[in-house]
C-alpha cells in the first residue's frame, strides 16, 4: 500500500514573523509583472519588492489573517468578512507612503492611484457580498509545485465554507488563472487598469 501523505503544517502568523514572511513574499513576487511594470529597472525592483510585500503583510496581519508552512515558503494573507475594505487609514499606517517612496514621484502616484481601481473592480464583482479578500498568495520559487498553496489557503476555504461566503482575489499573469482554477475560483471579470495593468477578478464559491 502507498504510505499516506501526512497534511502540510500550517501556522498562523503574527507581527514578530514580519521578517521571515517579507522574506518568503518578495522572493515570490521578485518578477511578478505588476511590479515590473511599476519597477522596470531590476535593480531597484527588489528594494520596492520588499515594501511591497511588508505593506501588505502589515496590513493584512494586523486586520486579518497570514498563514504560512511551518518551512515560511508558502504566505497566504487574506481579510475576512467585515474586514476586507480596509480604510485609507489603514493603508497609510502600514506602509503604502513607503511603497510609493520608493517608486520615486511618478510611479509611486501611479501605485496610490491604482489601490482605489483595486477597489473599483472588486465592488463591481462583489457588491456588498461579504468575502473574504485574498490580498497575497506566494510561494518561493524553489518551493512551488508541492501543494503548498493549497495548504495555506485551506483554512480560508474552511473558514468561507462554514460561513458560506465567497472568496476573492485578482491575479495579473493568465498563467496564473489556470493555477487559482484547480483551487476552485472561477474567473469573473478582466479589467484593464491605468496604465495598461491586466487585472483578472477570480471568485471561489462557498462549498
Same mark, same amino acid.
Given at each position: 500500500?502507498?504510505?499516506? @501523505? ?37 535593480? @531597484? ?29 508558502? +504566505? ?38 491604482? =489601490?482605489?481601481?483595486?477597489? +473599483?473592480? @472588486? ?14 498568495? =506566494? ?10 498553496? @493549497? ?27 489556470? +493555477? ?28
Amino acid at each position: 500500500m502507498t504510505p499516506l @501523505r501526512e497534511p502540510i503544517a500550517v501556522d498562523r502568523l503574527a507581527p514578530r514573523d514580519e521578517r521571515a514572511a517579507v522574506a518568503s513574499l518578495s522572493a515570490a513576487f521578485a518578477n511578478y509583472e505588476f511590479l515590473a511594470a511599476l519597477c522596470p529597472d531590476p535593480g @531597484r525592483r527588489r528594494w520596492v519588492t520588499e515594501a511591497f510585500a511588508r505593506f501588505l503583510f502589515r496590513l493584512t496581519v494586523r486586520t486579518g489573517v497570514v498563514y504560512a508552512t511551518r518551512d515560511r515558503a508558502a +504566505i497566504a494573507c487574506a481579510l475576512p468578512p467585515g474586514r476586507e475594505w480596509p480604510s485609507e487609514w489603514d493603508y497609510v499606517r502600514c506602509g503604502a507612503l513607503s511603497v510609493a517612496w520608493r517608486l520615486r514621484v511618478r510611479s509611486g502616484l501611479w501605485f496610490m492611484r491604482l =489601490g482605489s481601481w483595486f477597489d +473599483i473592480t @472588486r465592488e463591481r464583482q462583489m457588491g456588498e457580498r461579504p468575502h473574504w479578500y485574498v490580498h497575497l498568495l =506566494g510561494v518561493r520559487p524553489e518551493s512551488q509545485g508541492r501543494g503548498l498553496s @493549497r495548504a495555506v489557503m485551506r483554512p480560508i476555504f474552511d473558514a468561507a465554507d462554514r460561513d458560506r461566503v465567497p472568496v476573492y482575489l485578482e491575479t495579473m499573469p493568465q498563467a496564473n488563472v489556470a +493555477i487559482y482554477k484547480k483551487l476552485g475560483f472561477g474567473l469573473v471579470g478582466y479589467t484593464e487598469l491605468p496604465g495598461g495593468v491586466p487585472n483578472r477578478e477570480m471568485v471561489r464559491e462557498p462549498r
